[in-house]
């Protein structure tokens, strides 16, 4: 037996039930487990997230809303980030609730686009993953679990663009946006200032460090430094007056500053632990991460390219290390 969506004794979440924001946590076949889903009841009845698109978190979302007395059909805005864990639902509780859909402006192209911008995603990261050492029967496997993996997300229709910085109204409460690019190049984060929470999917986990995913430029200049991006974006959160962080997984942060102090200072030691291994010899990203992590799984060599290619990105920064590109495979050193 799956539990329930919303187990009885949900009491980390307690304080943001009382405010009216209940937490669903819904299905998903990552390995990151369940995603938290919010309904917020006010007008508009809103829905933060949807879940992947599977029958499985359907009925579970469906049986959740309902279990708090509303339906599925009275939602009226749904507001949604852009990985498909988050994403995949929108598009058929927007069909049958008629909801506006509201995404922060960087990720409407991405999300009315899916497919297309899905398979291009999938070919900047077979380039990206040859260019730095990733094995090539490794690539191609990794391609046919990503388009597997594509099934589970589904385009939708942004009705209501957010911008960065601007107040959105509802009855009861004003939730400011916030863009915290890093895990995400459109990660958002919903403050209400009032009740001093936030609403913050991926850009902070309290049982896991949210890995910043490489991603593909989008007007074709230089890949975009997601772990760059990602800690300038939590230094900014790191400034907001918050007493509780509601999280896209897991259970909610109540000391958002020492989080983000132990996750600022894992990624210098990160670093430090990489500057060490290129003074011992220059290496490939991919040569990195095998030193670090031995052998890896073909469904984490992204995942693991991607921490290597972010520290490598705040080495470069520094004028610690520098990248000699080859013929083919690029190599790292010291600079
Ligand atoms: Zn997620």
Same mark, same amino acid.
């Given at each position: 037996m799956e539990p329930p969506a919303t187990p009885a004794?949900?009491?980390?979440?307690?304080?943001? $039930?009382?405010?009216g924001i209940h937490r669903l946590a819904i299905p998903t076949p990552f390995a990151v487990g369940r995603v938290n889903v919010y309904l917020i009841e006010d007008r508009p009845l809103t829905l933060v997230d949807a879940g992947p698109n599977s029958g499985t978190s359907f009925d579970e979302l469906q049986r959740g809303v309902e279990g708090l007395g509303h339906a599925l059909e009275d939602i009226e805005l749904v507001i949604?980030?852009? =990985?498909?864990? =988050?994403?995949?639902?929108?598009?058929?509780?927007?069909?049958?609730?008629?909801?506006? &859909?509201? $995404?922060?402006?960087?990720?409407?192209?991405?999300?009315?686009? #899916?497919?297309?911008?899905?398979?291009?995603?999938?070919? #900047?990261?077979?380039?990206?993953?040859?260019?730095?050492? &990733?094995?090539?029967?490794?690539?191609?496997a990794l391609q046919?679990?990503?388009?597997? #993996?594509?099934?589970?997300?589904? @385009?939708?229709d942004v009705t209501r663009p957010l911008r960065d910085g601007e107040a959105l109204v509802l009855r009861d409460r004003t939730l400011r946006v916030h863009h915290r690019p890093g895990h995400s190049p459109t990660d958002t984060v919903f403050h209400d200032q009032e009740r001093r929470m936030?609403?913050?999917?991926?850009?902070?986990?309290?049982?896991?460090s949210?890995?910043?995913?490489?991603?593909?430029?989008?007007?074709?200049?230089?890949?975009?430094?997601?772990?760059?991006?990602?800690?300038d974006s939590l230094a900014a959160t790191r400034e907001m007056d918050v007493d509780l962080v509601l999280p896209g997984h897991g259970d909610p942060i109540t000391d958002h500053r020492e989080l983000i102090d132990q996750r600022l200072a894992f990624h210098?030691? @990160? $670093?430090?632990?990489?500057?060490?291994?290129?003074?011992?010899r220059p290496r490939s990203a991919y040569e990195i991460a095998q030193a670090l992590w031995g052998n890896i799984a073909v469904?984490?060599?992204y995942l693991t390219l991607s921490e290597v290619l972010g520290h490598l990105d705040l080495l470069a920064e520094?004028? @610690?290390?520098?990248?000699?590109?080859?013929? @083919? &495979?690029? &190599?790292?050193?010291?600079?």
């Amino acid at each position: 037996m799956e539990p329930p969506a919303t187990p009885a004794g949900d009491e980390p979440f307690a304080p943001a $039930a009382a405010a009216g924001i209940h937490r669903l946590a819904i299905p998903t076949p990552f390995a990151v487990g369940r995603v938290n889903v919010y309904l917020i009841e006010d007008r508009p009845l809103t829905l933060v997230d949807a879940g992947p698109n599977s029958g499985t978190s359907f009925d579970e979302l469906q049986r959740g809303v309902e279990g708090l007395g509303h339906a599925l059909e009275d939602i009226e805005l749904v507001i949604l980030h852009q =990985h498909i864990d =988050h994403l995949g639902l929108v598009s058929l509780v927007a069909a049958r609730s008629g909801a506006k &859909v509201a $995404a922060i402006d960087a990720a409407v192209p991405i999300v009315e686009n #899916f497919s297309i911008e899905a398979q291009a995603d999938d070919e #900047f990261a077979r380039d990206t993953m040859l260019r730095h050492g &990733v094995p090539e029967d490794v690539v191609a496997a990794l391609q046919s679990v990503s388009r597997a #993996f594509r099934a589970w997300g589904a @385009r939708v229709d942004v009705t209501r663009p957010l911008r960065d910085g601007e107040a959105l109204v509802l009855r009861d409460r004003t939730l400011r946006v916030h863009h915290r690019p890093g895990h995400s190049p459109t990660d958002t984060v919903f403050h209400d200032q009032e009740r001093r929470m936030l609403i913050a999917a991926d850009h902070l986990l309290a049982h896991v460090s949210s890995n910043p995913l490489m991603t593909r430029p989008r007007d074709g200049s230089a890949r975009p430094k997601s772990l760059v991006q990602y800690l300038d974006s939590l230094a900014a959160t790191r400034e907001m007056d918050v007493d509780l962080v509601l999280p896209g997984h897991g259970d909610p942060i109540t000391d958002h500053r020492e989080l983000i102090d132990q996750r600022l200072a894992f990624h210098r030691r @990160r $670093a430090d632990k990489i500057h060490r291994l290129l003074v011992d010899r220059p290496r490939s990203a991919y040569e990195i991460a095998q030193a670090l992590w031995g052998n890896i799984a073909v469904t984490h060599a992204y995942l693991t390219l991607s921490e290597v290619l972010g520290h490598l990105d705040l080495l470069a920064e520094d004028g @610690r290390v520098r990248e000699r590109t080859s013929d @083919r &495979v690029s &190599v790292w050193a010291p600079a």
